[in-house]
Structure formats: structure tokens, C-alpha cells
């Protein structure tokens, strides 16, 4: 079992940087990947970014790429989404997603390939 807690949320000007927690624990060897998502009030869940922890490999939304940056530590058994210029658009609740299941990074951005959710970040940029 793997529990994910994020952290780091709050409220920022436009422009500003944020920058996300998702702190893993239990059997985290388990995970093969982790993603970010996003759900603004009204809207469906929205992919983010999605890094494969035995490459290291990344990928990002259209809408945040060069503006996002998702990392690890592995010391930490945390994995980081560093939001820089962020937008108003931007603004919704933030959630990490763990998988136990290697997988292309076309389907690391579907919701439904995730085995685990945090509880979710509140992130609001002011205008």
C-alpha cells in the first residue's frame, strides 16, 4: 500500500513561483511512475506532468511546458512540481498520482492509470 500526501499549495501572485510536495510512504518500491494533476471548480481532472522513476524520464502538458518542472528526491521519497510564471489559469486543486505499472508517458496522462491519489494542494494565483 503507498499513501501520498502533498503539500505546498497556497496563494501567489501572478508570475510568481510555487513549488509542490508529494511525499510518498509504504511500498513505495511498488511505484514505476508518479504524475501531477490539476482540477479547476467546474472541470475535469487535468494532466500536469508524469516522471518514470527508473529513467527519470518527464512530460508535461502542453499548457505548462517551460513553465513546470517535475522532480524527485529520492532520499525523500518525495517527488516535487516546481511551477514558475504561474497564471491564473493555472489556479485549481493539485494532485499527485502514484502507479505500480510501467507505461508510456501517452498514458501516464490519463487519470485512469493510477493506482494511488493524495488528497490534493490548493493552489490560487491572483491576478
Known amino acids: 500500500q503507498v499513501q501520498l500526501v502533498e503539500s505546498g499549495g497556497g496563494l501567489v501572485q501572478a508570475g510568481g513561483p510555487l513549488r509542490l510536495s508529494c511525499a510518498a510512504s509504504?511500498?513505495?518500491?511498488?511505484?514505476?511512475?508518479m504524475g501531477w494533476f490539476r482540477q479547476a471548480p467546474g472541470k475535469g481532472r487535468e494532466f500536469v506532468a508524469s516522471?518514470?522513476?527508473?529513467?527519470?524520464?518527464?512530460h508535461y502538458a502542453d499548457s505548462v511546458k517551460g513553465r513546470f518542472t517535475i522532480s524527485r528526491d529520492n532520499s525523500k521519497n518525495t517527488v516535487y512540481l516546481q511551477m514558475n510564471s504561474l497564471k491564473p489559469e493555472d489556479m485549481a486543486v493539485y494532485y499527485c498520482?502514484?502507479?505500480?505499472?510501467?507505461?508510456?508517458?501517452?498514458?501516464?496522462?490519463?487519470?485512469?492509470?493510477?493506482?494511488?491519489w493524495g488528497q490534493g494542494t490548493q493552489v490560487t494565483v491572483s491576478s
Open positions: 498520482a502514484a502507479t505500480s505499472t510501467s507505461q508510456t508517458f501517452s498514458l501516464l496522462a490519463l487519470p485512469s492509470r493510477y493506482d494511488v
Open positions: 509504504g511500498s513505495i518500491f511498488r511505484i514505476k511512475a
Open positions: 516522471i518514470r522513476l527508473s529513467s527519470d524520464g518527464t
